[in-house]
């Protein structure tokens, strides 16, 4: 049964600061990983999907990777700002039966 | 347009009532999906449609039912709710329910309050 953990749980940063968040998973028979970003009360934004062949996707100041052999993907957020602060959602979606698992989130208040 | 949009926004209901959600896309995309999120936790999978079949019932009490009257709309009705099916209802498409090429879009999800 796939598992996906997100670390930190949170964050807190200042403004203007790079920064990292890991998402892991037990079963690397994935299609794709998927990040998300979701507002307090609102739906979910999609980020960047990185497809199981692929090793980065880049979408301006955010770069997603993907190491599948050893189940990890980061997510890096260059030059932070306030409008950053939001919760950060990694989702897998495995091979077997095409769900879509998602990690509990991280949530990012970056300081002005 | 990558816009997947719901109604109601809000909605609340008594434990005897019938009422529906109703989700909609126009990006051709042939997968859609329910998905409940109770505060602060990650969104779990409920049902997803393929083609207007349902593919995947993720083992859901039978007083939510799902619809996909053509490829463009998904409904979830609902009827006898419990208080704690309250949380955030939200809908998602992608081109397709399979392959690792397939951006989920979300709606902004409708927030269901059982009393």
């Known amino acids: 049964k796939q598992e996906v953990t997100q670390i930190p749980a949170a964050l807190s940063v200042p403004e203007g600061e790079n920064l990292v968040l890991n998402c892991s998973f037990t079963d690397s028979a994935i299609y794709n990983l998927q990040w998300f970003r979701q507002d307090p009360g609102k739906g979910l934004t999609s980020l960047l999907l990185?497809?199981?062949?692929?090793r980065e996707q880049t979408s301006g100041r955010l770069n997603a990777s993907l190491d599948k052999s050893s189940g990890r993907s980061t997510l890096y957020i260059a030059a932070s700002q306030p409008g950053d602060s939001a919760t950060y959602l990694c989702a897998v979606r495995s091979t077997g039966g095409f769900k879509t698992i998602f990690g509990a989130g991280t949530r990012l208040f970056v300081k002005a | 347009d990558t816009e997947v949009t719901q109604t109601p926004k809000h909605l609340v209901m008594g434990m005897t009532n019938k009422k529906s959600l109703k989700c909609e896309q126009h990006m051709g995309h042939r997968a859609m999906y329910w998905y409940k999120q109770k505060a602060k936790k990650p969104p779990e999978l409920m049902f997803v449609?393929?083609?207007?079949?349902?593919?995947i019932n993720e083992s859901v009490p039978s007083r939510f039912s799902p619809e996909c009257p053509n490829s463009s709309l998904l409904n979830l009705h609902l009827h006898a709710l419990q208080p704690e099916d309250s949380a955030l209802y939200l809908c998602?498409?992608?081109?397709?329910?399979?392959?690792?090429?397939?951006?989920?879009?979300f709606g902004a999800g409708t927030r269901l309050s059982v009393l």
């Open positions: 990185i497809q199981s062949s692929q």
């Open positions: 998602a498409s992608s081109l397709t329910s399979s392959g690792g090429a397939n951006i989920q879009y």
């Open positions: 449609y393929s083609y207007e079949k349902l593919s």
